[in-house]
């Protein structure tokens, strides 16, 4: 199937949806190669017609290596649940159903292996469009993506409070991490761990004070990687203060509203949601501004994020009639982001050498998925080390911007005070 073609399954449905028979339908990819590794994604129009829609879909990879690998099954089952089952609740929580508005409206899926398919209100007709990847965050983004989150995270706790039963039995089908598991794929862990090592590795030829400690943050994530990240997402551990995360919450998956005179972000809107959780709100933070921004814009902004984050929350909290500091103590806020901002090196480790990467250095996802399903019988951590060092996509141009992005995270990992679980895990 080429990069642009639908599924009969999605052909049919939209056919159906729309009573368009025998109209062209014309769709083209939203994504470059390789930057989706859960499917193609398509803008679907109709442009023969004059009141012409369109939409945007979401395909299930076929490749059975990529999708044993990625789990597809489980994620598109999991993104199906949330906007069918959570995000309806959600919006019901206010009487005018603007308590939860952060999210593209589902119209249709099927979830018939190998052609699971999602399709959603085009948001671009709205004005929203993505902040490139090659473009880091600034300000504005950065402040409309915590409102945006802070939104979503309220909306677990308004129901928590008011209907105890039903957010319980929602969060049955989330509990369960759909990425840091027991059983967990080792090659995973160990390309963590690798990057890991080459930012220590990378710190051995610089100066300064800071450095031993800063190694040891490195050394310490990597003896420990599967404890922590597993420690990280059990959100049992932290109730009541934990929520419905939205579990991969990075650059590609916000949208945003520009002020057309300023061009400035004033409004976010939140996709991809194949990975939610039962986990810490902080999560979400750390992952985001630790994998997505530059330091320089942390120094300069860390406690006005952390604020705007939490003042947000305390706003959607209030306009239900609730007191935040009755169901999200800032104390508690704040120890979180002391336990939990470990995350946020955990998913820099794994995440930031496709982050820093353009399209066309990406690597070819199925390809990577056969060699590590050929592996699959292997114990042997050399035979994974091989793997990794084969598929390194890291080069000359991406190699700095990993060792300044991965440094930052680990400084301010100390400067914040976020290094305890690190070495509680020795005790």
Not at 124 to 146: A, E, K, Q, Y
Not at 175 to 201: M, P
Not at 255 to 276: C, G
Not at 295 to 318: G, I, S, V, W
Request: proline letters at 5%; charged letters at 25%.
């Amino acid at each position: 199937m080429s990069e642009s073609e639908l599924s009969s399954a999605v052909t049919n449905t939209l056919l159906e949806l729309y009573q368009r028979q025998n109209v062209p339908i014309d769709s083209q990819p939203m994504a470059g190669v390789g930057e989706n590794a859960y499917g193609q994604v398509l803008r679907v129009s109709w442009p023969t017609i004059s009141e012409a829609a369109s939409v945007v879909v979401k395909m299930a990879p076929k490749n059975e290596a990529r999708r044993s690998h990625m789990h597809v099954v489980d994620y598109y089952a999991r993104e199906v649940f949330m906007y069918q089952e959570v995000f309806p609740i959600f919006r019901e929580l206010s009487p005018n159903r603007n308590m939860f508005t952060v999210a593209p409206a589902l119209q249709a899926s099927g979830l018939n292996a190998p052609d699971e398919f999602l399709i959603f209100e085009d948001l671009s007709v709205s004005g929203f469009r993505p902040n490139s990847r090659s473009t880091m965050p600034t300000f504005d983004i950065v402040m409309c993506s915590l409102k945006a989150l802070a939104e979503l995270h309220a909306c677990s706790f308004i129901l928590q409070k008011r209907n105890p039963s039903k957010f319980k039995e929602l969060v049955e089908f989330v509990k369960k991490d759909n990425l840091f598991t027991s059983e967990i794929e080792e090659v995973t862990i160990e390309f963590g761990k690798a990057q890991l090592r080459r930012a220590r590795n990378i710190l051995e030829a610089s100066d300064g004070d800071e450095v031993p400690a800063l190694k040891e943050v490195l050394e310490r994530c990597e003896n420990h990687l599967k404890s922590l990240a597993l420690y990280c997402v059990d959100g049992k551990s932290q109730a009541p203060h934990s929520v419905i995360c939205h579990g991969d919450f990075w650059n590609n998956n916000i949208l945003y509203r520009h002020e057309p005179h300023h061009n400035q972000a004033v409004e976010a809107k939140l996709i991809d949601f194949q990975m939610s959780r039962y986990a810490p709100p902080v999560l979400d933070i750390v992952h985001y501004l630790f994998s997505c921004t530059e330091k320089q814009l942390r120094d300069e902004h860390f406690p006005t994020f952390m604020n705007t984050y939490y003042d947000t929350l305390d706003q959607k909290l209030a306009s239900c009639d609730l007191r935040i500091e009755e169901i999200y103590p800032r104390k508690i806020f704040d120890r979180q982001l002391q336990l939990y901002g470990v995350y946020g090196l955990i998913m820099g480790a794994l995440s930031l050498p496709f982050f820093v990467s353009n399209a066309n250095e990406v690597l070819d996802i199925d390809t990577v998925s056969e060699a590590i399903q050929d592996l699959s019988t292997s114990s042997e951590e050399s035979k994974y080390q091989e793997l990794i060092e084969e598929f390194d996509m890291l080069n000359g141009r991406t190699l700095p911007i990993f060792k300044r992005r991965i440094t930052g995270i680990v400084k301010d990992l100390v400067k914040y005070e976020m290094t305890e679980p690190l070495f509680s895990m020795d005790s």
